[in-house]
């Protein structure tokens, strides 16, 4: 019996993760994962092929090493300020003797949306229906099996811009994969950490990255709105570095072993030595300094966030609040912090329900996304779509007892 295996691929602007799985009904065995320090990204998009390539080839031959596993096909996370979503509302009618909607009648709504006019430049990276309504009746989940004359649905359109997507393609073959589906990071992210309750109740994920912040919104246990942001951690990185004139690799370790995104959530306050450039020496700064840099920053993203829902129409739907997750949302301090802007109750996503194997080692808020990719929606292909093989073991390390029987067995099929 052939084994039902899963790969997926987040390309970050920090970090490129790689995920393989078996999927065994509703269960997942994480097989194998790898992760590579990222430089050909810049805030999601692909800004150097060669280096994006040799990203993935290296967190795949991790994963795949760890997993026994050669993959080919790979499920890819697309993220990006190119990112545009719409909503749309079409129809068809159904024409059977019976009038029963089926599957064909549902392809054939999803079809018609895909004939849209956008702009020559971009391309429909995903269709998902918000609603549906048959002769003009709402509140149909799932309309197969129903009678009826006229199916119409509302439709969340995502756009992605084609050069992006081309030059993702680009990497993933030059590192020697294919890319077998393209999912957006933060639909990807939300399969991974949100509940159907929170889906249902109305519901923000915001994941917080290295080069973007991706929001999505859910409400009635549909996508309603998703936002692309170019404001994240490599940002909060940034003003780390030039405010106190330090190294980037410096003001990130800052960040990540003494940052608070509010001065509020520090237990105690201390002095902290930076290592200046050159024959300037370290110096001391007191922790709220460096807490007064970062909070500004990720204020200013929290800010732009409640905007965009305001706008939107969504900010007064969210009942079940807001879900943080991503490398970002590791950041001391940063839940207390949208709550206080966004005014919505906060928590921490981590990846749910990811079955046995390595699953305790990716069950963090960055590994999201990649989680997300395994998890089938989409995604779920078998182990022949995917071209899995074994990986062959050095000849050196064969034993001579298993020479022996490797001979024995040769003789045995003659």
Not at 210 to 217: E, I, L, P, R, S
Not at 319 to 342: C, F, M, P, Q, Y
Not at 358 to 384: H, M, Q, R, W, Y
């Amino acid at each position: 019996m052939k084994k039902n295996i899963i790969a997926g691929l987040d390309l970050g602007t920090t970090k490129v993760c790689a995920v393989i799985a078996e999927r065994n009904g509703d269960e997942l065995n994480i097989l194998g994962f790898g992760v590579a320090p990222s430089e050909g990204l810049n805030r999601g998009l692909v800004a150097n092929i060669s280096k994006t390539a040799e990203a993935i080839k290296e967190a795949m031959e991790i994963a795949s090493n760890r997993a026994g596993l050669v993959i080919k096909n790979l499920n890819v996370g697309v993220a990006g300020e190119h990112i545009k979503s719409l909503r749309h509302r079409n129809y068809v009618t159904i024409t059977n003797t019976d009038h029963e909607i089926t599957k064909a009648d549902l392809d054939r709504l999803n079809r018609d949306v895909r004939t849209i006019r956008i702009p020559s430049d971009m391309q429909i990276l995903h269709v998902i229906p918000e609603e549906f309504y048959v002769d003009n009746q709402e509140g149909i989940e799932n309309p197969v099996g129903i009678s009826g004359t006229k199916l119409e649905a509302v439709n969340h359109v995502v756009l992605a811009a084609l050069p992006a997507i081309q030059n993702i393609k680009r990497s993933v073959t030059k590192a020697g994969f294919n890319v077998r589906e393209l999912t957006l990071q933060p639909i990807a992210s939300s399969i991974s950490v949100l509940d159907e309750n929170e889906m249902d109740l109305g519901v923000a994920l915001i994941d917080i990255g290295g080069g973007t912040t991706d929001v999505a919104v859910y409400h009635q246990k549909s996508i309603k709105h998703t936002k692309v942001i170019g404001v994240a951690g490599n940002r909060v990185t940034n003003d780390i570095r030039q405010y106190l004139g330090i190294i980037t690799d410096e003001a990130e370790k800052l960040k990540k072993e003494y940052g608070y995104a509010t001065e509020e959530a520090i237990i105690k306050d201390e002095d902290i030595y930076i290592k200046r450039v050159g024959a300037r020496g370290d110096v001391k700064i007191p922790l709220t300094l460096l807490t007064q840099i970062i909070g500004a920053r990720m204020r200013e993203l929290f800010t732009i966030i409640d905007k965009d829902l305001r706008t939107a129409g969504f900010k007064q739907k969210l009942k079940a609040g807001v879900v943080l997750t991503g490398g970002g949302s590791l950041l001391r301090g940063t839940t207390e912090l949208a709550e206080e802007i966004l005014g919505l109750p906060t928590r921490i996503g981590v990846p749910l329900e990811l079955g046995s194997g390595l699953s305790n080692e990716i069950e963090s808020p960055e590994f999201a996304t990649v989680a997300g990719l395994i998890k089938g929606i989409p995604g779920t292909f078998s182990a022949d779509q995917l071209s899995t093989g074994k990986i062959k073991k050095p000849a050196s390390k064969v034993s001579l007892k298993q020479a022996i029987k490797k001979i024995q067995e040769f003789f045995d099929e003659l």
